[in-house]
T-cell receptor, first 115, second 116 residues
Framework: GDSVIQMQGQVTLSENDFLFINCTYS??????LFWYVQYSGEGPQLLLQ?????NKGSSRGFEATYDKGTTSFHLQKTSVQEIDSAVYYC??????????????FGKGTSLVVHP | GPKVLQIPSHQIIDMGQMVTLNCDPV?????FYWYKQILGQQMEFLVN????????KSKLFKDQFSVERPDGSYFTLKIQPTALEDSAVYFC???FGTGGLQDTQYFGPGTRLLVL
């Protein structure tokens, strides 16, 4: 079945450090891939989304490339800030032509950035 | 940006009773979703809903769960009867479509349900 595997647990960094959170997916066809960010006490909000293989999405300094070859969608940011502290979810949605409406989320990675 | 509202924000209920969680989705959205997040764990898909019907549901969507959106009002999740393991935060989300950028789901702030 469909699955999203991402780095679990907590990542602790200092401001201006480089961030890398890995994410791999498993499905058939060409899904749409997402990164969501969830701040404490809030619902998740979309960070970035890529629908086409080999394309890159970027937002607020975060980037992720849809790599069909390695089935990966790793999240990176060159220089994190304290306000980036949150839980990050990698997610996937099956190709709509296949009638798969069910989104699949990874387990989430908690990022703590110290000033 | 577009907002999804959820009412109530918190609900405490005795095991065995019925509870209804309400969601006010983004006004022109057509697809609606419920997710469950137990404290400290990942968010898990429960169900999605379109044109008055359940499109897909996960195995977490037990027989005691039901969803509806009567006449374009709130999109509701009803649990009857509730069980202790239903204690969680329930997130509602909505999207305009299911393809490409229309896939973008907007989430509400969640309803924290505690079953005693």
């Amino acid at each position: 079945g469909d699955s999203v595997i991402q780095m679990q647990g907590q990542v602790t960094l200092s401001e201006n450090d480089f961030l890398f959170i890995n994410c791999t997916y498993s499905t058939t066809g060409y899904p749409t891939l997402f990164w969501y960010v969830q701040y404490s006490g809030e619902g998740p909000q979309l960070l970035l989304q890529v629908t086409t293989a080999n394309n890159k999405g970027s937002s607020r300094g975060f980037e992720a490339t849809y790599d069909k070859g390695t089935t990966s969608f790793h999240l990176q940011k060159t220089s994190v800030q304290e306000i980036d502290s949150a839980v990050y979810y990698c997610a996937m949605r099956g190709p709509s032509s296949g009638g798969n409406y069910k989104p699949t989320f990874g387990k989430g990675t908690s990022l703590v950035v110290h000033p | 940006g577009p907002k999804v509202l959820q009412i109530p924000s918190h609900q405490i209920i005795d095991m065995g009773q019925m509870v209804t969680l309400n969601c006010d989705p983004v006004s022109n959205h057509l697809y609606f979703y419920w997710y469950k997040q137990i404290l400290g764990q990942q968010m898990e898909f429960l169900v999605n809903f379109y044109n008055g019907k359940v499109m897909e549901k996960s195995k977490l969507f037990k027989d005691q769960f039901s969803v509806e959106r009567p006449d374009g009002s709130y999109f509701t999740l009803k649990i009857q009867p509730t069980a202790l393991e239903d204690s969680a935060v329930y997130f509602c989300a909505s999207s305009f479509g299911t393809g490409g950028l229309q896939d973008t789901q907007y989430f509400g702030p969640g309803t924290r349900l505690l079953v005693l």
